[in-house]
């Protein structure tokens, strides 16, 4: 079963703009990573956001994390073509031995 | 540096044969782990090994074995290969999780399986 849960599913914007794509999770978590998947690549790691953070900043890049509402949002400043990727937030919590659990994803096309 | 490699990139076999896929990591991590992903759909973990020496299921394990060779290598064996098993398969490695956890992974490219 999928902790996480991304939205939307698909996301087509242009070039300059700003895109934001959103994760809900079920159950508490220690921490929740965001990572990066190209067209026949495998994953790469963006962004870690600890339970008891609740915003961070990497490049253009910007995580928020709501406890509270258990949920999470990546947000990509100023986009560009090779932002072209499916977006994957991942949760470890205790209740899953630490293992890392990951939605299903948000298509991101960034035309130029 | 080549990080995480995984052999073979492509493999078509047919119902009811088996296979090995291979992985190994050059980042002197200490955790590995096999997840398969299927059209528009996230990872699930099929297994994992925390460490050299020990390996423990994930979500997914029926219809797989694990070996974890040494502390480079971990492999994934489809004992009798079915049509559901068609998938993606990726492995990563990681440092194990410490405290609240949360290492990053990192992934080879992928086996992409189809079976017959």
């Known amino acids: 079963s999928q902790q996480g849960e991304e939205d939307p599913q698909a996301l087509s914007i242009q070039e300059g703009e700003n895109a934001t794509m959103n994760c809900s999770y079920k159950t508490s978590i220690n921490n929740l990573q965001w990572y990066r998947q190209n067209s026949g690549r495998g994953l790469v790691h963006l962004i870690l956001i600890r339970s008891n953070e609740r915003e961070k900043h990497s490049g253009r890049l910007r995580v928020t994390l709501d406890t509270s509402k258990k949920s999470s949002s990546l947000l990509i400043t100023a986009s560009r073509a090779a932002d072209t990727a499916s977006y994957f937030c991942a949760t470890d919590a205790r209740a899953a031995g630490n293992k890392l659990t990951f939605g299903g994803g948000t298509r991101v096309l960034v035309k130029p | 540096n080549a990080g995480v490699t995984q052999t073979p990139k492509f493999q078509v076999l047919k119902t009811g044969q088996s296979m090995t896929l291979q992985c190994a990591q050059d980042m002197n991590h200490n955790s590995m782990y096999w997840y398969r992903q299927d059209p528009g759909m996230g990872l699930r973990l099929i297994y994992y090994?925390?460490?050299?020496?020990t390996t423990d299921k994930g979500e997914v394990p029926n219809g797989y074995n694990v070996s974890r060779l040494n502390k480079r290598e971990f492999s994934l064996r489809l004992e009798s290969a079915a049509p559901s098993q068609t998938s993606v398969y990726f492995c990563a490695s990681s440092e194990p999780p410490w405290g609240g956890g949360g290492q990053p992974q990192h992934f080879g490219d992928g086996t992409r399986l189809s079976i017959l």
């Open positions: 090994s925390a460490s050299e020496g």
